[in-house]
């Protein structure tokens, strides 16, 4: 089977959707000929290339695919360009032909809402390495009681915000605004906090959630919502 592959002009447009999600998701390496490549926390590679699923003149699909040396291929994903278009009859693509593309049916492509989905998929992998079918528990730090407090307290009362000055004047007794900066800091190094401005990751949620899960008063829980 031949395979085809995207001009130049083509990667090009298709790059205006790549880097915008690379702003939003950290870990991105870069495109290497016809591919995006993201290299994420716990040894995650992630493979993003520009499709088509009519013909080779029409690229209106990007296949994702996430690797990691453990296990090989554990995660895959397809965004049809088809899926966030506003009319049935007119589907956003990129349109290649005699050396020239272009968009077609742009103004009906809600390009914004395909890129928060690549971001959540993307943000999704980190909560997936947590399985220890894929990366052994080791590879993440335990949290402590009061680390999964931080994290609920972040969740239910912050939306999802890591903001140290809002977090010491809820926990200033128990632990120093110093002590949370150097926490907010090891966490955002290893991906389980956004960069700033900070926001709790759903694989910070997950180790949080898994603290709560298995805490020996049920009473005393830490609140964790499902609100990202």
Known sequence: MVNFFPSYQSLRLA??????????????????????????????????KLDYTITEQRWDLLRAEAVTPNVGLFNAAEFPFAAYGTTITS??????????????????FQMGH???????WLQMLQAAVLDPQVRPPAAYPALS????EL???????????????????????QISRREIARLAQRWEDMDLLTERPRRVTI?????????????PNETA????SDTP
């Not at 395909?114 to 959540?120: A, E, G, P, R, Y």
């Not at 009681?145 to 999964?148: S, T």
Request: charged share 20%; hydrophobic share 45%; proline share 5%.
């Open 15 to 48: 790059d205006q959707i790549l880097a915008a999600i690379a702003e939003q998701a950290p870990g991105y390496l870069g495109r290497i000929g016809a591919h995006w490549y993201w290299r994420m926390a716990g040894g995650v590679l992630v493979t993003v």
């Open 203 to 215: 694989a910070l949620r997950s180790l949080a959630r898994d603290y709560a899960e298995g805490f």
């Open 221 to 224: 829980k830490p609140p964790l």
């Open 151 to 173: 994290v609920g307290h972040a969740l239910n009362a912050l939306n999802g915000h890591f903001r140290i000055k809002d977090l010491h004047s809820a926990f200033e007794e």
């Open 145 to 148: 009681a009061l680390e999964c």
């Open 114 to 120: 395909l890129i928060q989905d690549v971001v959540l």
């Open 91 to 108: 589907p956003p693509f990129i349109h290649e032909l005699d050396g020239e593309s272009e968009w077609s049916n742009r103004l009906y």
